[in-house]
């Protein structure tokens, strides 16, 4: 047969079945696009932090953006946003007096475009976008704390803000809420809702929790013991 038709030859490699190989080779090659795209446009700057640990990108609508600042009304000072994204938090923040108003974020494309954002608003250089991996910023002057991150990683940063907050910080979180903390006010509904928490409400209610597991735990022994 003639290949050198594009008919023929279509039909030729119609008539082709796909053997075991030409799969594998299928799947490999596409895992290691979606692989390479994850790594190098999604998730750049994440190489060294545990994939459980990873979040990925999806910015707040802006529902949850003016939850948040409801919930921060009456606050003053700085203000950090623990996975920045695209800047929007801050930015906000900044605009509603916050100063400094701070983002951490590890992926340097966001970064960059937070700082695009800021410049477009007009409010370049009053804004701080910095390429730190949140989990290794020392927040123990933050008084105005914001994360809207995956809820398989806030029971650990909820170890991380207990033992770092000063007891006068707040904490407020977009989307999802902190898995084991008592919200002192909620805003907002579904998707959009945000929650607030008061460290120094949050570590009265975690030393009431200790004492009452303390005093049960005595009762039984007592209990075993008669
Ligand atoms: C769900 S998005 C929220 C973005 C933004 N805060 C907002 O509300 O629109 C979470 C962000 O956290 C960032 N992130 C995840 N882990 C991080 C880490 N260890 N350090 C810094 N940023 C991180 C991700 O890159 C992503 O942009």
Known sequence: MDNDAPDEAFADFRKKQLGGWGVAQIAAGT?????????????????????RLQVPYIPASRAQVAHVMTLLRGRKGGLVDLGSGDGRIVLEAHQQGFTPAIGYELNPWLVRLSHFNAWRAGHHEKVSYRKEDLWKVDLRECRNV???????????????????????????????????????????????????????????????KNDKLTESNLNNELTKEE
Not at 148 to 174: C, I, M
Not at 190 to 198: E, I, L, T
Request: glycine share 8%; proline share 8%.
């Open 31 to 51: 895992g290691l696009t979606v692989y390479a795209i994850w790594v190098g446009i999604i998730q750049p700057g994440f190489r060294k932090v545990p994939l």
């Open 146 to 208: 914001t994360v809207f991150l995956a809820p398989s990683v806030l029971s650990l940063l909820q170890q991380k803000l207990h033992t770092e907050l000063p007891n006068d910080a707040l904490v407020v979180a977009g989307r999802f809420p902190f898995p084991d903390w008592t919200p002192c006010r909620i805003e907002g509904h579904g998707v959009d809702r945000a929650w607030a928490y008061s460290m120094q409400a949050q570590r009265q209610h975690t030393s009431k």
